[in-house]
C-alpha cells in the first residue's frame, strides 16, 4: 500500500538529475550564450532592469508551461503537423500573460509592446520544445523549462544592469525599488548630501540604444568561455 | 505612391528589423556562416515577409475589428492567426524550393522550416499593427523589411567568411566575435537614421 503511494509521487520526484535540470542551463549549457536561443528579446527589452525582470517572469511562465502541455501530448501530436500545434499552445499561453499584463502592469506592457508578442516565436520556446519536450515526461519538461528561462533571465537581469546604470544612472526604474545611483545628486530621488562622489558621470547615450547590448553579451560571452574553456569550440 | 516608397526604404535601411531592431537574430547568427546560403534564406525571408504583412493587414482590418466580418471584437485572437497563417505561407514557400530548386532546400535544411518562428516576421506584423499602417504602407514594410534583413545577413555572411582567416582570442571566436561585429554593423546603420526619404522626392 505505502510502496504503491511512493510510485504514485515518484513522477514529482526531485532529485539529483532534476536538480541538474535546473542548474545546467544557468551557465554550461544557457540558452542565450551557448545555444543560442532567444537572443532578439535578450537584445531589445534589456534596456532598463524593471520591464527585463517581468520579461523573464512572462518567459518562464510560458516555457514551462508549454514544456508541461507539449509533453503531456507529445505521444498524440502527429509529426508532421507538430509545429502548428506547438505554436497553437504557445500562442495561447503568450495570449494569457499579455492579457495579464495589460490588465495589472499597463506601464510596462506599453514598454515592451511587441516583444511579449515575440514570446511566440522566442527561439527558447520552440527550441525546448523540440529539442527536450518532446522526448521527456511532464515533470521533466516543466523542470527544463524552469531552468532553462532562469539562465535566459540570469543574461537578461546582468545585461540590463549594467546598461541602465550606465545609460540612465538609475536601477529597477519603474519598479517600487527604483533608486538612482550616479549622476548629478539633483536627480536622485531620495536627496542624498551634493557630495556624491561620482557626480561627475554623465549619462552614456550609446548604452541606451539595443547596440550597447550587443557588445555587453559579447563580452558575457568571452568572460564565460574564458572560464569555462570546454565551451569554446561551439558555434 | 509616395508613401510607398517612403515606408519602403525606412523599413530597408533606416529601421532594418536585424541592425535597429534586433529581430530574427538566432538564424542570422545560426545562418550566416556562407554566403550562399545567407543569400537563399534571405530571399525566402523576403517572400515570406512580403506576403504575410499584407495578408495579416487584411486579416486584422476585416476579421478581427468590431466594425468586421464578424462584428465582435476578436483582437485577443490576434497572435495565434497570425502565427497560423506565417506557419502555413512557410510551408508553401517549403514546398515551391523544394520543387524549384532541390540544392538550396538541402542547404537550408531545418531553417526553412524555422523561417515560422523567425522573430523578424512576426514582429514585422506586429510592428505594422502598433504604426497603423495602411495597406499600400503594410505592402512596402514587408518587402522592405524583408529586404533589409536580407541585405543585413548578406553582409554579415561575407565578413564572417573573411573573418575565418584572422586571429582572434579563442573565447571570443565564433558567437562573440559575431556579437560584435553585428554591434559595429547595427552603429552604422544607425548613421542613415534622420534621413528623410520622402523629402528627397519631393524636391
Not at chain 1, 527550441?127 to 521533466?140: I, Q, V
Request: some cysteine; proline content about 3%; overall charge positive.
Amino acid at each position: 500500500m505505502t510502496e504503491n503511494k511512493v510510485n504514485k509521487l515518484s513522477f514529482l520526484a526531485f532529485g539529483k538529475k532534476e536538480r541538474r535540470l535546473i542548474t545546467e542551463p544557468i551557465n554550461d549549457n544557457n540558452p542565450i550564450t551557448v545555444q543560442i536561443l532567444g537572443v532578439c528579446s535578450a537584445l531589445a527589452v534589456t534596456s532598463m532592469m524593471w520591464p527585463s525582470i517581468v520579461m523573464s517572469v512572462a518567459v518562464l511562465f510560458v516555457v514551462a508551461f508549454s514544456n508541461f502541455f507539449t509533453s503531456l501530448l507529445r505521444k498524440y501530436i502527429p509529426s508532421q503537423v507538430r509545429m502548428i500545434v506547438q505554436l497553437v499552445i504557445i500562442a495561447f499561453l503568450v495570449t494569457v500573460v499579455e492579457l495579464f499584463l495589460k490588465a495589472y502592469s499597463f506601464p510596462v506592457w506599453k514598454q515592451l509592446s511587441v516583444f511579449i508578442g515575440l514570446i511566440i516565436t522566442n527561439c527558447i520556446v520552440m527550441g525546448r520544445l523540440e529539442a527536450y519536450a518532446m522526448a521527456n515526461t511532464p515533470w521533466k519538461s516543466f523542470l527544463d523549462g524552469i531552468g532553462n528561462s532562469l539562465g535566459y533571465g540570469v543574461i537578461l537581469v546582468v545585461i540590463s544592469f549594467f546598461r541602465e546604470i550606465l545609460g540612465k544612472g538609475t536601477l529597477m526604474a519603474g519598479s517600487p525599488l527604483e533608486v538612482k545611483l550616479i549622476g548629478k545628486s539633483s536627480e536622485f530621488l531620495i536627496n542624498t548630501a551634493d557630495t556624491s562622489w561620482l557626480s561627475w558621470y554623465s549619462n552614456n547615450n550609446l548604452m541606451v540604444l539595443p547596440v550597447a547590448a550587443m557588445f555587453i553579451l559579447a563580452i558575457i560571452i568571452w568572460i564565460q568561455r574564458s572560464v569555462n574553456r570546454k565551451l569554446i569550440n561551439i558555434s | 505612391m509616395l508613401d510607398f516608397i517612403n515606408t519602403f526604404i525606412k523599413a530597408a535601411f533606416i529601421e532594418n528589423l536585424v541592425l535597429s531592431y534586433f529581430l530574427g537574430m538566432c538564424s542570422f547568427l545560426a545562418v550566416s556562416k556562407s554566403v550562399k546560403t545567407a543569400t537563399g534564406l534571405g530571399l525566402a525571408v523576403i517572400f515570406v515577409q512580403g506576403i504575410t504583412i499584407p495578408v495579416n493587414w487584411l486579416i486584422s482590418e476585416y476579421l478581427l475589428v468590431e466594425t468586421g466580418v464578424f462584428g465582435i471584437d476578436l483582437t485577443f485572437l490576434r497572435f495565434i492567426l497570425f502565427i497560423a497563417v506565417i506557419a502555413s505561407m512557410v510551408q508553401l514557400v517549403e514546398m515551391v524550393v523544394e520543387k524549384v530548386s532541390p540544392a538550396l532546400y538541402n542547404s537550408l535544411g531545418i531553417f526553412l522550416p524555422l523561417i515560422t518562428v523567425n522573430c523578424a516576421i512576426l514582429g514585422g506584423s506586429l510592428f505594422m499593427i502598433s504604426r497603423e499602417y495602411n495597406f499600400s504602407q503594410s505592402v512596402a514594410f514587408g518587402l522592405g523589411g524583408g529586404m533589409g534583413w536580407a541585405l543585413a545577413i548578406i553582409a554579415i555572411a561575407a565578413i564572417r567568411e573573411k573573418l575565418r582567416y584572422s586571429n582572434i582570442p579563442a573565447p571570443l571566436q565564433g558567437l562573440g566575435i559575431a556579437f560584435i561585429i553585428t554591434g559595429l554593423m547595427g552603429m552604422a546603420f544607425m548613421s542613415l537614421m534622420g534621413i528623410d526619404p520622402a523629402a528627397f522626392f519631393t524636391k
